[in-house]
């Protein structure tokens, strides 16, 4: 019951955060999000009032409580990704951040999609060890079988039934399948319109448009012409190089934009690398480390990619959660 209390203040929470969406720049990968974490809780809570009984909760319910306390670690991550893409920072650093971040859908909502039917099957399970009719029993056990059966792994006759209870219904769908080009079009959309309003006084403004105009609208035929002057970083006022990371030379943590961004600075001959490094440009994966921008000059022979900082290393992740005795190495699916 508390698991479910703290979902409950979670989802107030992102009520009240999305009363400011029109800041947020992945507007629709938030929207998507809030929505479905929204329709989660809703229907958890719909499951619990057919199937549990309230007196019951400090003996039957026990089933119930590690999904929901792996379900509510998936929604405070998905409060926290909406409270960073809130953040107020320099426009164009938020813009660099998110342009080709895909984490929204490939990390919280496949992480919602993941943990959830685990709770509603735990959900279901209580029922039924709460029910002391057997009759009603027998019929409960009968209904939940049904999603089991042959014809359900046709996934339109399972979303046509059971689409809304486990948040794959028809629009949830169609949304996951078109908010990311969605928001890279709106972000394409007022890079545009500032620069067509004359607003962009700055130099590096209009040098930071050009770059961002380059990387949305970047295809197949043109990744080879993402690289961008080295210059174009480095002679920023608001560049600073703030301290090495690890033991080597290349990787430096950065000041760039009134953000921090780890930066990875090489000698190489840029030409033979360009290939390689464009494809890497236009990735984006949770689990991969997105280059955010690259930038080269060719006569130095000197390459400068610009990619997130991270906050810890998998060696230090794996030493934190092996030192917690009542946790299991990889707590989820999707670390």
Same mark, same amino acid.
């Given at each position: 019951?508390?698991?479910?209390?703290?979902?409950? +203040?979670?989802?107030?929470?992102?009520?009240?955060?999305?009363?400011?969406?029109?800041?947020?720049?992945?507007?629709?990968?938030?929207?998507? @999000?809030?929505?479905?974490?929204?329709?989660?809780?809703?229907?958890?809570?719909?499951?619990?009032?057919?199937?549990?009984?309230?007196?019951?909760?400090?003996?039957?319910?026990?089933?119930?409580?590690?999904? @929901?306390?792996?379900?509510?670690?998936?929604?405070?991550?998905? +409060?926290?990704?909406?409270?960073?893409?809130?953040?107020?920072?320099?426009?164009? &650093?938020?813009?660099?951040?998110?342009?080709?971040? &895909?984490?929204?859908? +490939?990390? =919280?909502? =496949?992480?919602?999609?993941?943990?959830?039917?685990?709770?509603?099957?735990?959900?279901?399970?209580?029922?039924?060890?709460?029910?002391?009719?057997?009759?009603?029993?027998?019929?409960?056990?009968?209904?939940?079988?049904?999603? !089991?059966?042959?014809?359900?792994?046709?996934?339109?006759?399972?979303?046509?039934?059971?689409?809304?209870?486990?948040?794959?219904?028809?629009?949830?769908?169609?949304?996951?399948?078109?908010?990311?080009?969605?928001?890279?079009?709106?972000?394409?959309?007022?890079?545009?319109?500032?620069?067509?309003?004359?607003?962009?006084?700055?130099?590096?403004?209009?040098?930071?448009?050009?770059?961002? *105009?380059? !990387?949305?609208?970047?295809?197949?035929?043109?990744?080879?012409?993402?690289?961008?002057?080295? &210059?174009?970083?480095?002679?920023?006022?608001?560049?600073?190089?703030?301290?090495?990371?690890?033991?080597?030379?290349?990787?430096?943590?950065?000041?760039?934009?009134?953000?921090?961004? &780890? *930066?990875?600075?090489?000698?190489?001959?840029?030409?033979?690398?360009?290939?390689?490094?464009?494809?890497?440009?236009?990735?984006? =994966?949770?689990?991969?480390?997105?280059?955010?921008?690259?930038?080269?000059?060719?006569?130095?022979?000197?390459?400068?990619?610009?990619?997130?900082?991270?906050?810890?290393?998998?060696?230090?992740?794996?030493?934190?959660?092996?030192?917690?005795?009542?946790?299991?190495?990889?707590?989820?699916?999707?670390?």
């Amino acid at each position: 019951m508390e698991q479910f209390r703290q979902i409950g +203040e979670v989802v107030g929470s992102l009520k009240a955060l999305m009363v400011f969406q029109n800041n947020i720049l992945n507007q629709r990968q938030c929207c998507l @999000l809030v929505d479905m974490l929204t329709s989660g809780y809703k229907t958890i809570a719909q499951q619990m009032k057919h199937n549990l009984r309230f007196e019951e909760r400090n003996t039957k319910w026990k089933i119930i409580e590690h999904p @929901l306390k792996e379900l509510l670690r998936v929604f405070k991550e998905g +409060e926290t990704y909406i409270k960073q893409c809130l953040e107020t920072k320099d426009w164009w &650093a938020k813009a660099i951040v998110l342009y080709q971040n &895909a984490d929204c859908v +490939e990390f =919280h909502i =496949h992480n919602l999609l993941t943990f959830f039917p685990i709770v509603i099957e735990a959900i279901e399970m209580a029922g039924q060890i709460s029910d002391y009719d057997q009759e009603e029993m027998q019929k409960k056990k009968f209904i939940y079988s049904i999603k !089991y059966q042959k014809d359900m792994k046709d996934p339109r006759i399972f979303q046509s039934i059971f689409g809304e209870q486990y948040l794959v219904s028809q629009d949830f769908c169609n949304r996951l399948d078109s908010v990311w080009e969605e928001d890279r079009w709106f972000l394409l959309k007022k890079i545009k319109d500032k620069k067509s309003s004359g607003c962009l006084t700055s130099k590096r403004d209009r040098r930071l448009a050009d770059v961002l *105009l380059k !990387y949305l609208n970047c295809s197949e035929a043109l990744r080879d012409d993402v690289l961008l002057p080295s &210059a174009t970083l480095v002679n920023s006022k608001d560049y600073q190089v703030r301290r090495r990371l690890g033991n080597g030379s290349q990787y430096k943590e950065i000041q760039w934009l009134g953000e921090s961004f &780890a *930066l990875r600075h090489f000698y190489v001959d840029v030409e033979t690398l360009v290939p390689d490094i464009s494809k890497e440009v236009v990735l984006s =994966h949770p689990n991969i480390l997105h280059i955010l921008c690259a930038f080269t000059d060719e006569k130095k022979k000197e390459c400068h990619l610009v990619m997130e900082l991270m906050n810890r290393d998998l060696s230090s992740y794996i030493k934190e959660i092996s030192g917690q005795k009542t946790h299991s190495l990889y707590p989820s699916s999707s670390s």
